[in-house]
């Protein structure tokens, strides 16, 4: 049951991600820290941005469940899968270059998961 709920956990850490990337694209760059208060609030009436904060609650919530029924360090480690879903998703949804290396690095990541949730 606790992996239903890492699943849920995943799944809108990813969307919300790939969601804040798109949102900062169309807000752009930080020009210059006086700017900062006008840069976020304009990045907070990106509809991506709007969303995105709805599906980190929702991740944060579905994390308390998970946590509720299995113990963090048997548990966490899966949560490593994540930065392998959000390269494999930004790839086609952002047009991201994902080199060689990062996959590779990637492919460690998800091999050190699955020691972890081995025993």
Known sequence: ?????????????VATQIMLRKGMLQ???????PGLI???LKAITKPYIIIS?????????????ALSKAEVSKIYPFMGLTFALVALFSWPLLQ???????WLGIG??????????RN
């Open 1 to 13: 049951m606790p992996y239903l709920f890492m699943s849920i956990t995943m799944i809108a850490m």
């Open 27 to 33: 807000v752009g760059d930080l020009s210059s820290y």
């Open 38 to 40: 006008s840069f976020f």
């Open 53 to 65: 904060i709805f599906t980190t609650i929702i991740a944060a919530g579905s994390w308390l469940i």
């Open 96 to 102: 991201e270059n994902i080199s060689g290396w990062r």
């Open 108 to 117: 460690l990541v998800c091999v050190g998961v699955a020691f972890v949730l």
